[in-house]
């Protein structure tokens, strides 16, 4: 496993995170969003309403007011509503994140499973909601991962560097046994011969034959 794997699932989550916070800071993000859609809106009909007079900024300044006008009076809407979303968008992230960690990479789970558990408690949180808790579980767990599997790895070169090593000893010990018995046949021809043969140590009937 490598971090080249890791870094679609890492974007997934940071921007499960990012919607998270958005919707944990909904009382500042809805009334902007707001405005920025009425900007948007606007700004070309008055524009063409008032001949050019006026225009983009404008449109920006009264939208700007009337949202923030709006934020003020409906705060103890926005925000619960903000939380709810975010605890919503907080779990699909965490399931969505699970689905696709356990059908590209379902043995991250084998050493991390409490973490991801873990971080969809963290993730329902109001107060905590704001931490990036996904990212940095799913992180914590790639690098888990990464580093159990690469010293796993590393053991097993060695065993297998060791295992051939092993077995290049006993080719050699075979080779060198196999040698050994060979000289000690050819001494113990010669010295039959020597023992038969006469001046040469050449058997007396292999001169007969000659």
């Known amino acids: 496993m490598m971090w080249g794997r890791a870094t679609p699932v890492l974007a997934v989550s940071a921007i499960f995170d990012a919607l998270r916070l958005m919707f944990e800071m909904f ?36 939208c700007t007011a009337g949202a923030g006008l709006v934020g003020a009076v409906a705060i103890e809407m926005i925000a619960p509503f903000g939380v709810i979303m975010a605890m919503a968008v907080g779990f699909a992230g965490w399931l969505t994140v699970g689905i696709i960690l356990l059908v590209t990479n379902g043995r991250i789970f084998k050493e991390n499973a409490l973490w991801f558990a873990g971080s969809l408690l ?25 580093r159990v599997e690469k010293a796993a ?42 023992a038969e043969g006469g001046e040469y140590g050449i058997p007396e009937k292999a001169r007969e034959a000659a």
């Open 122 to 146: 963290v993730s329902e949180i109001p107060i905590v909601g704001s931490v990036p808790v996904i990212t940095l579980v799913v992180w914590k767990m790639y690098r888990t991962q990464i």
């Open 27 to 62: 009382w500042f993000f809805g009334p902007a969003l707001a405005a920025l859609y009425c900007t948007i809106t606007t700004s070309g009909t008055l524009e063409a309403w008032t001949f050019g007079l006026l225009g983009t900024k404008t449109a920006a300044l009264v």
């Open 153 to 194: 790895l590393q053991t097993f070169e060695k065993e297998q560097a060791a295992s051939q090593l092993q077995q290049q000893n006993r080719r050699m010990a075979r080779l060198l046994q196999d040698r050994a018995e060979t000289e000690a046949a050819d001494d113990e021809w010669y010295e039959q011969a020597h």
